[in-house]
């Protein structure tokens, strides 16, 4: 990625100099010494390149290019008065979804998982059930699309939890209890399993609550964000076929939040649609900007966040949009317990991640995509 785009998506360009201090450059420059006498030791050049390199990366840090001297004048790059905020970083993000590239096939390979009580006598600890899926759809109808998904490896969520693992012997599963039933959580993944393959399928999109979309209907999308609002929240859900279905509605930031966020991660929608679709969440009311954090996998991350109250007595949640600042491309998202309720278990603490959704890949190609090993 070039870092000149970073920066410019949030600052404008420095203005030229006055022509005072062009001539005055000219005069110093021309009234130099050709004779001078070279210095007495060797100087170390660091390549032009790199140099523009570190140069904009102190620029977006905010921090100051000095002489090792202290006592010496400042002169040189001089510092951004402070670092991006939050805010600028979103916006970076956004400017950078504007230049992704669009090819013949989607393809998105997400991982998805889910916190549980490890249960039985090596119980007692928490571990994470994991899945994963790979999707592919043809950009027109005839160039294909399929599924596959598969278990993928679970593990002890925390390094408390991993410690006692340990402790009760490493076991290679483990039974957890999740929406009344009992499932087996295993420490090795399973092999990818293709769902209903088929070869003139493609060419339709969908945006969940919205509707079904061809690509050129997507291309038309509007890019100014109250438009994209007013896209995912007003009207009925449309068909391909014709007709319309259940209204679109959205109450409040968390469902705005939560209808950007799976139309970002689950459908191809144009460069500029994507930069104003989180453009969108960045300023609506109630969402939060939470600057530089980490997701799930520990990628550095800026993210976004919604507050969320369940309604079955299990407390509040924060809800989190990671976005990758540099490319812009959605890294996933995550619920994190804020307070527990009067039916939560035990170890739903504060600040334990109940659930998460983390994107490896998604993009266009031009040959058809293939899960990875």
Known sequence: MNELHLVRGVYDDPPPPSEEAAAAARTRMLSQDDTARPRSRRTWRMPLGLVAAATVAAVAAGMTLAHDDP??????????PHALSPRDMMLAAASQAELQQQGRYWYTHQRSGFAALALGRTGGYVVEKRTEYFEWTGRTRGDGESFYGRDFAGKPQTRADADAWRAAGSPSSWTVGSSGASRIVRTKSGAWQEDHPNDQGGGTFLIRGVGQFTYQ????????????????????V???????GAPRRCNGPTEVFGGVFSALVDTPVPPKVRAGLMRLITDYPGVRQLGAVTDPLGRPAVGLAAPLERADGRGKFQREALFDQRTGKVLGSRDIQLEPGPNSQKWKVPGRTLGYRAVLDSGWSNAKPTPPD
Do not use: H, N
């Not at 006592?71 to 951004?80: I, L, S």
């Not at 209907?217 to 009925?236: A, F, N, V």
């Open 71 to 80: 006592a010496r004048p400042q002169t040189g790059v001089q510092a951004m």
């Open 238 to 244: 449309r068909f391909i076929a014709g007709g319309s």
């Open 217 to 236: 209907e997507l291309q038309e999308l509007p890019t100014d964000p109250e438009e994209l609002r007013k896209l995912l929240c007003e009207g009925s």
